[in-house]
């Protein structure tokens, strides 16, 4: 058995399952996110907003929902992912999901790393403390947004305000690989690993399905300090 641990921390940083999720679940899901709209958004030239301040941007380029735990569909879907998390990374808790919208034409790079590492405390802390899930929607490859993210990278450190200034862009541009992702596939990844939306050269708008984990012993610290929460207006 693939030792998930070692190739989240020591080897290429992510792991994928393709048509992990059945695809009639996903067509279920897919009919309720026309609902959804913009808490947290950033421009073409990476100005970040939530809520009303949303409507200031020039544009946007790449936008998230408000969270989706409750939907039928997510938590279905939820209860497929956890036993791949639970046996693999037994200390890891479901922490939240959402979904990621990239505009068509969007030009949108922006590398950076994940909850905990993108607060102070935890951004250079290289244990294993948080894993991104992405669900794909559709077929995605290079050329219709498959997410960026450059292998082994888990291993290096990232400067999250850097992240933020795009001092990075650079570097990921020309060293991060777009892997083919089947609908329904399972992407997870060490949230060390610098990983980015990518520009999306299509005529549709291209959605994805995210689920993070955390360690169990630091999730209570980060939920206190994650806008995430107070942006999509939730108290627990």
């Known amino acids: 058995m693939t030792n998930y641990q070692s190739l989240l921390t020591e080897g290429e940083g992510y792991k994928i399952l393709p048509g992990f999720i059945p695809s009639k679940l996903i067509s279920s899901f897919l009919s309720r996110i026309k609902d959804l709209y913009p808490v947290r958004a950033s421009s073409s030239n990476k100005i970040y907003a939530e809520g009303e301040k949303i409507k200031e ?3 946007i380029s ?4 408000q969270i989706v735990s409750e939907f039928p569909e997510s938590i279905a879907i939820l209860k497929l992912v956890q036993p791949v998390i639970q046996s693999h990374f037994p200390n890891f808790v479901h922490y939240t999901n959402d979904v990621v919208f990239i505009k068509s034409k969007s030009t949108w790079v922006s590398p950076h790393v994940d909850s905990p590492h993108r607060f102070e405390k935890y951004n250079y802390d290289k244990r294993l403390l948080g894993i991104q899930c992405i669900i794909s929607l559709k077929d995605l490859d290079k050329n219709s ?8 990278s888990q291993k290096r450190d990232f400067e999250i305000n850097k992240c933020y200034t795009g001092s990075y862009d650079r570097w990921f541009l020309e060293n991060c690989i777009q892997p083919d992702l089947p609908r329904g596939s399972l992407l997870l990844y060490n949230c060390r690993l610098l ?3 990518m520009p999306n050269p299509t005529e549709l708008e291209r959605p994805a399905l995210l689920y993070n984990f955390l360690h169990k012993s630091i999730v ?3 939920k206190e300090i994650d806008s995430v ?3 999509n207006a939730q108290n627990s």
């Open 220 to 222: 209570d610290e980060i």
């Open 195 to 197: 990983h980015s939306s």
């Open 229 to 231: 929460w107070t942006s």
């Open 62 to 65: 790449v936008w998230w929902s």
């Open 145 to 152: 947004a498959s997410t960026g993210l450059v292998p082994y």
């Open 57 to 59: 941007l020039p544009d």
